[in-house]
C-alpha cells in the first residue's frame, strides 16, 4: 500500500513564526504536491514537485516555498507564518497523473 | 485557468440515490476524477473518466459527463450512511506538464437514516 505521512496531525504556531511542514512517501513517486483545504474554497494548489530538487508553484504560492532534497520527502516551508495560514495542508504523491495518493492532513492554526 | 465548481452540500436518504454534480471550464481537460474524503483522512480516488466518454459504471458508483456542456457527475446508487463524506471532482488540463489536477470546491454528502 502506498503511504503518504506527514509530520503533524495538528500544529498550533505564532505569527511571525517559521513553520515547517514535512511529507513523506514510500512509494518512489515522481511527482509530490501540497495543497491547502479550506471550507468552500476546496483544495487548491501550493507547490508541487516532479523531481528532486525542482519545483513548480501552484495557484496560490504567495507566502509559502517548498524544498526536495530526497525523492521521498517535500516540505513546506511558511517563512513568516500569518493569521491567514490558518487552515488544514494536505500532500499528496503520484506516479501518473492519474491517481495522487494523499496524506491525512496537517491542521495548522496561527495565532 | 482552471474553474471547477461543485454544489457544497447534498442530503439524501439511506437506500436512496445521490447525484453530486460538478462543472469545469477547462476544455483541454483530458481525464476527471471524483475523489472521496471521509472525516479525518486525505482524499481517495474513486473513480475517474477519459474525456471522450460519455459514461463510467463502476459497481455502485456511475459517472455521467457531457463534455459540450463540461458537465460532470458522479451518481451512487443505493448510498448508504459509510458514504457520508465530503465529494471532489478533478480535471486534469495540459498546464503543469500534465500532472496537475485542478479541484472543485467539493460536496459534503450527508446519508440520513
Known amino acids: 500500500d502506498v503511504k503518504v505521512t506527514q509530520s503533524s496531525r495538528y500544529l498550533v504556531k505564532r505569527t511571525g513564526e517559521k513553520v515547517f511542514l514535512e511529507c513523506v512517501q514510500d512509494?518512489?513517486?515522481?511527482?509530490m504536491f501540497w495543497y491547502r483545504q479550506d471550507p468552500g474554497l476546496g483544495l487548491r494548489l501550493i507547490y508541487f514537485?516532479?523531481?528532486?530538487?525542482?519545483?513548480e508553484k501552484g495557484d496560490i504560492p504567495e507566502g509559502y516555498s517548498v524544498s526536495r532534497e530526497k525523492k521521498e520527502r517535500f516540505s513546506l516551508i511558511l517563512e513568516s507564518a500569518s493569521t491567514n495560514q490558518t487552515s488544514m495542508y494536505l500532500c499528496?504523491?503520484?506516479?501518473?497523473?492519474?491517481?495522487?495518493?494523499f496524506g491525512p492532513g496537517t491542521r495548522l492554526t496561527v495565532l | 485557468g482552471e474553474d471547477v465548481e461543485q454544489s457544497l452540500f447534498l442530503s439524501v436518504r439511506e437506500g436512496d440515490s445521490s447525484v453530486i454534480n460538478c462543472t469545469y471550464t477547462d476544455s483541454s481537460s483530458t481525464y476527471l476524477y471524483w475523489y472521496k474524503q471521509e472525516p479525518g483522512a486525505g482524499l481517495q480516488l474513486l473513480t475517474y473518466?477519459?474525456?471522450?466518454?460519455d459514461m463510467k459504471q463502476d459497481q455502485r458508483l456511475t459517472v455521467l459527463l457531457n463534455k459540450k456542456d463540461k458537465h460532470l457527475s458522479l451518481r451512487i446508487a443505493d448510498t448508504q450512511t459509510g458514504d457520508s463524506a465530503i465529494y471532489f471532482c478533478?480535471?486534469?488540463?495540459?498546464?503543469?506538464?500534465?500532472?496537475?489536477?485542478?479541484f472543485g470546491t467539493g460536496t459534503q454528502l450527508k446519508v440520513e437514516l
Open positions: 473518466i477519459f474525456s471522450n466518454m
Open positions: 514537485s516532479y523531481d528532486v530538487k525542482m519545483k
Open positions: 512509494m518512489d513517486h515522481e511527482n
Open positions: 499528496a504523491s503520484s506516479l501518473s497523473a492519474h491517481e495522487q495518493f
Open positions: 478533478a480535471e486534469r488540463g495540459t498546464s503543469g506538464g500534465g500532472n496537475k489536477l485542478t
